[in-house]
């Protein structure tokens, strides 16, 4: 059984930092690609970064790049969005995803949901201006 646990997620002022952590089970964490989205009230869920299962190749939305940092543990199979100099237009639901094959896709696929096959059940982040 596939879980994705999010954590790290909390309410900080704008300007400041947060460190979102995923503990993944019951998948080859390091052979799988992982990423994070993002959803806010009222608005569609939002690509937000991405990390390959091989050499750790990152892509990150425009809206993010720069400020925040996709890391992965795998011998901890763990998945990390360090996020720094946050803004209001950051508060979202965040949500840690992975991909269960190893297909090499072009990088506008990876931004879409299509293929995430597991989700975790996200960590609310606020940020308050």
């Known amino acids: 059984q596939v879980q994705l646990v999010e954590s790290g997620g909390g309410l900080v002022q704008a300007g400041g930092s947060l460190r979102l952590s995923c503990a993944a089970s019951g998948v080859p964490f390091s052979n799988y690609a992982m990423g994070w989205f993002r959803q806010a009230p009222g608005k569609e869920r939002e690509f937000v970064a991405f990390i390959s299962w091989s050499v750790g190749g990152t892509v990150y939305s425009d809206s993010v790049k720069g400020r925040f940092t996709i890391s992965r543990d795998n011998a901890k199979n763990t998945l990390y969005l360090q996020m720094n100099s946050l803004k209001a237009e950051d508060t979202a639901v965040y949500y840690c995803?992975?991909?269960?094959?190893?297909?090499?896709?072009?990088?506008?696929?990876?931004?879409?949901?299509?293929?995430?096959?597991?989700w975790g059940q996200g960590t609310q982040v606020t940020v308050s201006s």
């Open positions: 995803v992975c991909a269960s094959d190893q297909f090499v896709r072009p990088v506008h696929t990876w931004k879409s949901t299509a293929p995430w096959d597991y």
